[in-house]
C-alpha cells in the first residue's frame, strides 16, 4: 500500500500541462489530436476527449474548424482547455472566457497563463490577485482552482475506496 501511495505521489509531482511551444506546431488530424490531448491529461478524471466530442466544438464554434482536416497548435490549446474544464463549467461558459480571452489576449498568452497558474496550484503554491484588475485574470485563477480541487477530491475518494 505504501509502495502505491508513493508511486501516485510521484505521479502528482512529475505531471506537466505542455506549454504553449510543446504543442505540436504542425497540424494533427482528429484522430493524433484526441491521442495527443488524451495523452497529456492520462492522469485525470473526467478529462478524456473523443473525436466526436472535438467535432463538437468544432461546430459549436468553440474552436476554429480544421485547416486541411488538420488542427493547429491554438485549437489544441483550447482543446486542453476544454477538457480540463468540461466537468466544471458549461459550454455556454467555456465560449463566454473564449470570447473575453480572444477580445484581450492572443491564445499563446491565454494559454501560458492558464498553465502557470495551474502548475503554481496544482503543486500548491499560491496566487495572489489582490493588486489585480483584469477580472479575466481573476476568473482564470478561481477555474483552474476549481479544477485542481475537483481533481484532488477525487484522488482522495479513490485513496478512501482502496483502503476499505
Known amino acids: ?4 501511495k508513493e508511486k501516485e505521489t510521484r505521479e502528482i509531482r512529475e505531471f506537466h500541462l505542455p506549454t504553449y511551444q510543446e504543442i505540436p506546431g504542425v497540424g494533427l488530424y482528429l484522430d493524433q489530436t484526441s491521442k495527443y490531448i488524451n495523452e497529456c491529461l492520462n492522469d485525470f478524471d473526467d478529462c ?3 473525436n466526436s466530442m472535438i467535432s463538437n466544438y468544432v461546430k459549436k464554434d468553440l474552436i476554429d474548424h480544421p485547416v486541411k482536416k488538420q488542427y493547429g497548435r491554438d485549437q489544441i490549446a483550447h482543446l486542453l482547455f476544454i477538457a480540463m474544464t468540461k466537468s466544471a463549467l458549461s459550454l455556454d461558459d467555456v465560449a463566454s472566457l ?10 499563446e498568452e491565454a494559454y501560458g497563463c492558464f498553465r502557470d497558474f495551474f502548475e503554481k496550484l496544482y503543486y500548491g503554491e499560491q ?4 493588486k489585480e484588475v483584469k477580472i479575466e485574470k481573476i476568473l482564470l485563477r478561481d477555474i483552474v482552482s476549481l479544477i485542481v480541487q475537483n ?8 485513496e478512501v475506496t482502496v483502503i476499505k
Request: proline letters at 0%; glycine letters at 0%; hydrophobic letters at 35%.
Open 151 to 158: 481533481e484532488a477530491l477525487h484522488r482522495r475518494l479513490k
Open 127 to 130: 496566487i495572489d490577485l489582490r
Open 1 to 4: 500500500m505504501k509502495k502505491k
Open 98 to 107: 473564449f470570447r473575453m480571452q480572444k477580445d484581450i489576449y492572443s491564445c
Open 48 to 50: 478524456e476527449i473523443t
